[in-house]
């Protein structure tokens, strides 16, 4: 801090340097590299490429660990590309941890009281969310995977194999993201579905882990926004890239 006050002219106002002393540099940081729609992605602008997304504040960002670079800001499903290998660290991460998110389990507990009656097949519930609108897309709902249908939904487990089930038998239900949390009892959009945990006909997880089906239909960014995480499962993953990140900064040092 005494750096900062010295390179201030002997002319500025007190209060001025009061307001300096009492900002945060993370304040600054965080007005000029977070997405605007998602406050927990930072963007990195590289000298000749375009902006790298990552949800680590650190630079220079570690190319491996970063969700994907973008033309835009804030990024498009057209201008975004995504990291194959962060993508791969995402899905490790939910199938690790997603038994334990207090959502999830709400899922799970919903299942086992309902039967999965309510929900429809493959249907799945969030707490604390509100319901949103239902986005305009050309498409029919039902082609989509909108509703409590498993057509054309491409999420794998849930709906390819009966979703929700019903009448104390075993069945799936989906992890989202919430960037978009469907209505109560609706199945999220295909590209919202990250997978699939296995459960019982009493709503436990089959092996007590669910046995994580990875749906092949999830995108980073759509128009509704990018990677909303359950801040549970975002803790963990941004935990997980935080040990990573320092490997790679202690062999590279």
């Not at 801090?1 to 002393?21: D, E, K, N, W, Y």
């Not at 309510?118 to 995977?145: D, M, N, T, V």
């Not at 104390?168 to 992890?175: A, C, E, F, P, T």
């Not at 990573?244 to 062999?251: M, W």
Request: glycine share 14%.
């Amino acid at each position: 801090m005494a750096t900062v006050l010295a390179s201030v002219r002997p002319g500025l106002p007190f209060q001025c340097i009061r307001l300096i002393s009492r900002t945060s540099p993370n304040t600054f940081r965080r007005a000029i590299s977070t997405l605007p729609n998602n406050e927990h992605i930072y963007i990195h602008e590289q000298p000749s490429k375009p902006y790298m997304l990552s949800l680590l504040p650190t630079t220079p960002p570690t190319p491996s660990l970063a969700i994907g670079t973008t033309t835009k800001i804030p990024p498009t499903p057209e201008s975004l590309v995504e990291n194959a290998e962060f993508m791969q660290l995402l899905h490790h991460v939910i199938a690790e941890h997603a038994p334990n998110d207090p959502e999830v389990q709400a899922q799970a507990a919903m299942y086992a009281s309902q039967s999965g009656s309510s929900l429809g097949s493959g249907g799945g519930f969030f707490p604390h969310q509100r319901q949103k609108q239902k986005r305009r897309r050309s498409g029919s709902e039902a082609g989509l995977g909108g509703g409590g249908g498993t057509g054309g939904d491409g999420a794998g487990g849930a709906s390819a194999q009966g979703g929700m089930g019903g009448a104390g038998r075993g069945g799936y239900i989906h992890v989202s993201d919430q960037r978009n949390p469907p209505d109560f009892g609706r199945v999220a959009w295909p590209e919202d579905i990250f997978g699939s945990l296995e459960l019982t006909g009493t709503g436990k997880f089959v092996d007590g882990t669910g046995r994580y089906q990875q749906a092949g239909s999830y995108r980073v960014v759509t128009n509704d926004g990018i990677l909303g995480l359950s801040p549970f499962l975002r803790e963990k993953l941004v935990g997980r890239l935080r040990e990573l990140d320092a490997q790679v900064r202690g062999n590279t040092s």
